[in-house]
């Protein structure tokens, strides 16, 4: 066993030091290692630095609140681990994982934007065990490696393809019974993909249906979606319902150091499934293929490009109709090089996108059914309060739950597990409650303050709880369930949002006086400013006009704000932003004291009582609020009079 490892160990170093050497760009080392150590996975190494990680939306909500500090992008920008800290999240840093999905290309532009220091890795430890090896082992383990690698390779572990001398094999693992396990009924959500596929199921199945009447099917199918969202699961279920042999590989196993290998390796998969056909290749992550030629830089490059190539000839190569069928997954399918997309290739394309609200209550229907759920469960309120949540997301939400009722030695999961679980993946995990001090007080305050605001503005989505029980760090939060489409957002939405953020700051305000506001709410402030700014500056939401005044992707404001009346209306145009700004802030600074000073009764009445009860849920907040106040009906459809 040792001796096993010490070779495996040895070996890398010698990839490692070649790679010290100038073999190829350190861009490719990551797959270098990670071949050598391949497991079953398909997904590349992360590093492991944490264990929690957020959502992309919950990212950028954090970094528009100004909590993100640092990003560290590794996997070509498609994985993060950032570091957050604010006073609202204790100013502890917290290290947090986060998926990166396709067309988030002007991430690195927000980020410039925000000031957040960032940086791109190949892995997290790439540059430290580079640089040991380069210092110290570079002549003996390139030495011993080498003597290793001609060795007797069958030894080594791994099985198929994984032993140095099989390096021009496929990596794909194969299973001729396609025994996935899955099959159409459990993916949900994604309907339009799932009909596309079963087509292809019927194909497979009975091709001479298809051919009698000249009928061709498509030879390969991108699938193209965010992280999570089924792609590997709909590949896994035509195989399975086709029963059909299942290869599946990952497109950054194609990738490696020495050129030819990757083009190699690409034969050989379309040698192997050929000789299967019919069956099914699934290629994920295709990106790490197939991006756009000749757009990077060092020289893994050629490699990649010959091994695209490769890929583009024998696509054209094998027949149509002959059962071959490449199913290529990615979420960035704007970088992807065009010839991969012509006709005979990835002629076909299927987008798999987030699942919407009834979508999400589909999905956790399927993972509910092994699972032990007691009657007083909402799966549908569950979706609700999940938006921007992918299948796996919510998959990962009822096994959380799972765990924790086996935590609560309870043979039931109940509502309360659902919503600690799904709490926890929203808002992080909860802490110790607070001492009953004049701080909690005002927390309670400024908390209670956001909700009622939100509550009686009728263009603001509804509360869903509010909370003192710390969490993630934040000392107290008000949930609100948001809309399910975030896309387009009116003025009034704008102007409700700007107004609900500042009611935390209006009640510290009006119940503890000027001098005993606190700092508590430089976050909230700070998305006031972005939010006001953006309604100026690109929405043409202002008396400036209908005018674009800043760039959407650099927010570099125009010179002359776009009305080009001469060279000195660019300083003109900075101030008259600054201007409309502080107006729409002032604004609705005023509305929120006001909608304060109008219920202060019932706040200090609500504040009791969370003091008491810590938690508050949206219907019973609501109702302790409609016995002082009339609330209005935000489900029904309304005309504006917000001005
Ligand atoms: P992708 O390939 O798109 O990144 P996967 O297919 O690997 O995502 O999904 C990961 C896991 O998430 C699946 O194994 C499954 O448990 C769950 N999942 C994702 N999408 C769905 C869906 N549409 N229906 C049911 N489960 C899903
Ligand atoms: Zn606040």
Redesign the pocket.
């Given at each position: 066993m040792w001796k096993n490892i010490v070779r495996n160990v040895l070996i890398a170093l010698a990839i490692l030091s070649g790679l010290a050497l100038g073999f190829t760009n350190t861009d490719v080392d990551v797959d270098g290692l990670k071949f050598w150590q391949t497991s079953s996975t398909t997904s590349t190494t992360m590093p492991k630095v944490t264990t929690s990680s957020m959502t992309y939306g919950r990212f950028l909500d954090y970094l528009e609140m100004g909590w993100i500090k640092r990003v560290d992008l590794y996997d070509n920008s498609r994985n993060a681990i950032v570091e957050a800290s604010s006073p609202e999240l204790g100013n502890r840093p917290q290290y947090i994982r986060v998926e990166i999905p396709a067309g988030a290309s002007q991430l690195i532009i927000k980020l410039k934007e925000y000031n957040v220091d960032f940086d791109a890795h190949a892995t997290e430890n790439s540059n430290f065990i580079a640089d040991t090896i380069g210092n110290i082992l570079v002549p003996v383990a390139f030495i011993a490696g080498l003597i290793l690698l001609f060795q007797n390779s069958e030894n080594l572990p791994g099985g198929m393809g994984q032993g140095p001398m099989n390096l021009g094999k496929s990596p794909a693992r194969f299973q001729r019974r396609p025994d996935t396990g899955v099959m159409f009924n459990?993916?949900?959500?994604?309907d339009e993909a799932k009909s596309e596929f079963e087509e292809i199921v019927s194909f497979l199945k009975q091709p001479d249906k298809y051919t009698v009447v000249g009928a061709k099917i498509p030879k390969g199918i991108l699938l193209v979606?965010p992280?999570?969202?089924?792609?590997?699961?709909l590949a896994k279920a035509i195989a399975n319902e086709a029963d059909v042999p299942f290869f599946n590989v990952a497109g950054s196993e194609f990738v490696e150091m020495f050129i030819g290998i990757g083009a190699a390796r690409v034969r050989d998969l379309f040698k192997k499934a050929s000789e299967n056909a019919p069956c099914i290749v699934f290629i994920?992550e295709i990106d790490a293929v197939g991006r756009e030629r000749g757009a990077g830089v060092g020289g893994g490059n050629d490699e990649r490009e010959q091994t695209l190539n490769q890929l583009l000839t024998e696509m054209d190569g094998f027949k149509e109709n002959k059962g071959v069928i490449v199913v290529g997954?990615t979420n960035r399918v704007d970088i992807l090089d065009s010839a991969l997309l012509r006709p005979g290739r990835f002629d076909r394309q299927v987008t798999?996108n987030l699942?919407d609200r009834l979508g999400r209550a589909a999905?956790l229907n399927?993972?509910a059914r092994n699972k032990p759920l007691s009657e007083d469960v909402s799966l549908i309120q569950l979706a609700n309060r999940t938006p921007g949540f992918?299948?796996?997301d919510l998959?990962n939400l009822l096994n959380e739950a799972a765990i924790l009722a086996t935590r609560y030695k309870k043979s039931l999961i109940t509502r309360n597990e659902v919503n600690e679980a799904a709490d926890r993946i929203i808002g992080g995990i909860a802490g110790a409650s607070m001492e009953d001090t004049k701080n909690k007080r005002l927390i309670a305050y400024h908390e209670v303050g956001h909700a009622i605001t939100g509550s009686v503005l009728r263009s603001h989505d509804e509360v869903e709880k509010i909370t003192l029980t710390p969490r993630g760090s934040a000392k107290g939060l008000t949930w609100f369930t948001p809309e399910e489409d975030q896309n387009l957002l009116s003025r009034s939405e704008l102007l409700a949002r700007i107004i609900t953020t500042l009611g935390g700051r209006a009640a510290e305000q009006v119940v503890f006086g000027n001098p005993e506001i606190t700092t508590g709410a430089s976050n909230d402030l700070q998305q006031v400013t972005n939010l006001a700014r953006q309604m100026v500056t690109r929405f043409g939401m202002s008396n400036i006009g209908p005018i674009a005044l800043e760039d959407e992707n650099t927010g570099q404001v125009f010179l002359g704000g776009g009305l080009s009346k001469g060279p000195d209306f660019a300083d003109n145009i900075a101030d008259r932003i600054d201007n409309e700004v502080r107006k729409i802030v002032t604004y609705c600074e005023q509305k929120a004291v006001e909608i304060v000073l109008d219920n202060r009764v019932v706040i200090d009445l609500i504040v009791e009582k969370l003091m008491d009860v810590e938690t508050i849920d949206g219907p019973e907040f609501r109702q302790l609020l409609g016995t002082y106040t009339v609330l209005p009906n935000k489900k029904v459809p309304y005309v504006s009079k917000l001005d």
């Open positions: 459990d993916i949900a959500g994604i979606g992280p999570g969202t089924g792609k590997t699961l994920d997954a798999v699942p999905i399927v993972h992918s299948g796996a998959a």
